[in-house]
Antibody, heavy 129, light 107 residues
Framework: EVQLVESGGGLAQPGGSLRLSCAAS????????MGWVRQAPGKGLEWVSS????????YCADSVKGRFTISRDNSKNALSLQMNSLRAEDTAVYYC??????????????????????WGKGTTVTVSS | EIVMTQSPATLSVSPGERATLSCRAS??????FAWYQQKPGQAPRLLIY???TRATGIPARFSGSGSGTEFTLTISSLQSEDFAVYYC?????????FGQGTRLEIK
């Protein structure tokens, strides 16, 4: 069974830091791009950051650029999000997501499909003094 | 940034009837478009990707159509478990963007 389990959420003060983790199982982790999507209380979905399968390229939303860093450890099937300089507006449920697939040419991944076919249950981050 | 606009914000439909949800992109996203369903207290679930391909385990009553900038999700005969919030998403360009959601409620 394909599964994503987030951890690391909690209460942080404005300007503080948190590190989210996501443990993946049930699929070949290194073959898929991964990412984080958040949802503020009562609001819609907001993409936060994505990382390709080998970790060589990362992408992030302007709202978190320079403050959040996505990374992965393919040997441990683990995804992380380091969140620094936290703000009240970062308060949200953070979902770990698996991207849908990749385009391969002669056995080499040339691009990814960034729809999100597997979601974790989410971890809650609250930024407040 | 590509802005995704969903309509209507709320849709009231009776069980057994058809529901049609719309999403418009501010510029072409080709067929790189997906729909998600979210129920209260749950994570979103992928319904449709590549505009019209149903995800694994999604019933045939869900169908997607469109191209370029105009997309539609149709639920042919609403079941009680279909009342939820639906989001569209484009993955043609960075940043990835979602619509604001359509709440499908029981009439």
């Amino acid at each position: 069974e394909v599964q994503l389990v987030e951890s690391g959420g909690g209460l942080a003060q404005p300007g503080g830091s948190l590190r989210l983790s996501c443990a993946a199982s049930g699929f070949t982790f290194s073959s898929y791009a991964m990412g984080w999507v958040r949802q503020a209380p009562g609001k819609g979905l907001e993409w936060v950051s994505s990382i390709v399968g080998d970790g060589g390229n990362t992408y992030c939303a302007d709202s978190v650029k320079g403050r959040f860093t996505i990374s992965r450890d393919n040997s441990k099937n683990a995804l992380s999000l380091q969140m620094n300089s936290l703000r009240a507006e970062d308060t949200a449920v953070y979902y770990c997501v698996k991207s849908g697939g990749a385009i391969m040419v002669r056995g080499v991944i040339v691009s990814y499909f960034y729809y999100m076919d597997v979601w974790g249950k989410g971890t809650t981050v609250t930024v407040s003094s | 940034e590509i802005v995704m606009t969903q309509s209507p914000a709320t849709l009231s439909v009776s069980p057994g009837e058809r529901a049609t949800l719309s999403c418009r992109a501010s510029q072409s996203v080709s067929s790189n478009f997906a729909w998600y369903q979210q129920k209260p207290g749950q994570a979103p679930r992928l319904l449709i990707y590549e505009t019209s391909t149903r995800a694994t385990g999604i019933p045939a009553r869900f169908s997607g159509s469109g191209s370029g900038t105009e997309f539609t999700l149709t639920i042919s005969s609403l079941q009680s478990e279909d009342f939820a919030v639906y989001y569209c998403q484009q993955y043609n360009n960075w940043p990835l963007t979602f619509g604001q959601g359509t709440r499908l409620e029981i009439k």
